[in-house]
C-alpha cells in the first residue's frame, strides 16, 4: 500500500526527533508498503524567520516572505532524507516545486491548483521513500509560494490524492481526536472514527487536531485521513465519509472556543438594507461574523446581536462607529465563549437541543444565544462558566461511557 505520512512542527522539533520520525518511517517502509512524507519545518523555526524579516521592515514583500519562509520545510525534509539515507534505506527529498505542486498567485495564502505526480511516482517505482517540504508550492510562471495555516496538512492530502494513496496519517503531538479538549474533562474519549463533516465543525469551531482546509480537501478528494501521534505507537483517529462509520452516535464531540466577543446595537433604524449595509462593511475588513440574533423591537426599531473574534473586536468597533447614525446604544462583551455540540447523529435523532439547554439550565448557565445546523448545536454563554458547561454536557450525552 502507498502511505502517505505527515509529520508537525512539535514531531521534527530536534535532531533527536527527526531522528525518531526517520525510525517510525522505516518501520512503515519495511512492512512492505511505499512511503511518501511530509514534512513541516521544525517547531518555532517559522517564527524565528519571520522575526529576521520583522528586523528590516514590518511590511516585509509577500514574495518575500515566501521564499524565506519556505526554507524552513527544505531543512527538514533534507535532514530527515539524509538521516534515513545513513539508515540504508533509498530516500529523496523534494521541494514543492520538484514534487509538482502547482499554486495560485495568492503570496502566502496560496491555494493548490494542480498536482503532477510523475516526479514523485518515478522516485516510488525506482523503489525510493520521497520525503517532501510541505506548506509551499510553486505559481505557473515559477515563484515560489506558501499554503498559509496548516499548509502541510493540506500538501499531503493533495499529494495522497493525486498518487490515490490508501492512508495519509498525519502526526503532531496529539494522538487523534477527542470527544472533548482532555484538559478541561479528563473523561474526554479518544474517537474510532469520525466523519468529514463531523471533523469540519469540530475543526472550525477550535479543535486544534487538523486545519479545516484540509478535511475540507481531503472530503473533496475522498483520502481517509488518519490523525496520530508521533510520540506513541497508540491507533489514531480516522476521518473518513459518513457511510463508512457504522456506528453513527448521536453526539460525536463538544467544542469550545473562547475567542469570542459579541456586539449588541439597541434601537436600529429598520429599514431595507441596513444589516447588509452593516455586514457588508464588516466584510470589508475582512471581520468574520459568525452568530447573527435579529429581534424586532418597537417604534419601527430592531435588535440585532452577532459574535466576532474577540481578536477583531477592535476592528468590529471602528465599523459600528461608521453607523452610529442608525443605532441608539451599542454594547460590547468579550467575556463570552462559545460551546459547540457536532454529531451526525442529530439528523436522524429529536430532541438533542432540549437536552443541551435543560443541562445549561440545571448548571444555573444563560444561553444568549443559539444558532444551530444540520449537526451542531452552538450556544454563547459567559466565558466563566464554559469549562463548566463543557463537562456538564459531556456528561449528559454520556460521551465518558
Do not use: W
Amino acid at each position: 500500500m502507498l502511505i502517505v505520512q505527515k509529520y508537525g512542527g512539535t514531531s521534527v522539533g530536534t535532531l533527536e526527533r527527526i531522528e525518531n520520525v526517520a525510525k517510525r518511517v522505516a518501520k512503515t517502509r519495511a512492512q512492505g508498503n511505499d512511503v511518501v512524507v511530509v514534512v513541516s519545518a521544525m517547531s518555532g523555526e517559522t517564527n524565528k524567520l519571520i522575526e529576521y524579516a520583522k528586523h528590516f521592515s514590518p511590511t516585509p514583500s509577500r514574495r518575500d516572505m515566501d521564499l524565506l519562509l519556505s526554507s524552513g520545510e527544505r531543512v527538514t525534509s533534507a535532514l530527515l532524507s539524509i538521516a534515513l539515507n545513513e539508515m540504508g534505506y533509498p530516500t529523496v527529498a523534494m521541494t514543492g516545486r520538484q514534487a509538482g505542486i502547482v499554486t495560485d498567485e495568492a503570496h502566502t495564502t496560496a491555494r493548490i491548483e494542480k498536482i503532477d505526480p510523475k516526479p514523485i511516482e518515478n522516485a516510488v517505482k525506482e523503489g525510493k521513500i520521497v520525503v517532501v517540504a510541505g506548506f509551499q508550492g510553486i505559481t505557473k510562471d515559477g515563484k515560489v509560494t506558501t499554503l498559509g495555516r496548516g499548509g502541510s496538512d493540506l500538501t499531503a492530502v493533495a499529494i495522497a490524492g493525486a498518487l490515490g494513496a490508501g492512508r495519509c496519517e498525519i502526526y503532531s503531538d496529539v494522538d487523534g481526536v477527542y470527544t472533548t479538549d482532555p484538559r478541561i474533562e479528563p473523561r474526554a474519549k479518544k474517537l474510532e472514527k469520525i466523519s468529514y463533516d463531523e471533523m469540519l465543525e469540530l475543526a472550525s469551531l477550535g479543535a486544534k487536531v487538523l486545519q479545516n482546509r484540509s478535511v475540507e480537501l481531503a472530503k473533496k478528494l475522498g483520502v481517509i485521513i488518519e490523525a496520530k501521534s508521533s510520540f506513541n505507537e497508540n491507533p489514531g483517529t480516522i476521518i473518513t465519509k459518513e457511510e463508512d462509520i457504522m456506528e453513527k452516535p448521536l453526539v460525536s464531540g463538544i467544542a469550545l472556543d473562547k475567542n469570542q466577543a459579541r456586539v449588541s446595537l439597541r434601537g436600529v433604524k429598520d429599514r431595507p438594507g441596513i444589516a447588509a449595509e452593516l455586514f457588508k462593511a464588516l466584510a470589508g475588513e475582512n471581520i468574520n461574523v459568525d452568530m447573527i440574533v435579529q429581534t424586532i423591537g418597537h417604534d419601527g426599531k430592531t435588535n440585532l446581536d452577532f459574535t466576532v473574534p474577540q481578536s477583531e473586536l477592535e476592528r468590529a468597533k471602528q465599523v459600528m462607529e461608521q453607523f452610529k447614525e442608525d443605532y441608539e446604544s451599542v454594547d460590547y462583551d468579550s467575556n463570552i465563549a462559545k460551546v459547540s455540540i457536532v454529531g451526525v447523529g442529530m439528523k436522524s435523532h429529536s430532541g438533542v437541543a432540549s437536552k443541551a439547554f435543560e443541562t445549561l439550565a440545571q448548571e444555573n448557565i444563560n444561553i444568549m444565544m443559539i444558532s444551530t445546523s444540520e449537526i451542531k448545536i452552538s450556544m454563547i454563554i459567559d466565558e466563566k462558566y464554559s469549562e463548566l458547561a463543557v463537562r456538564a454536557l459531556h456528561r449528559a450525552y454520556e460521551l465518558d461511557k
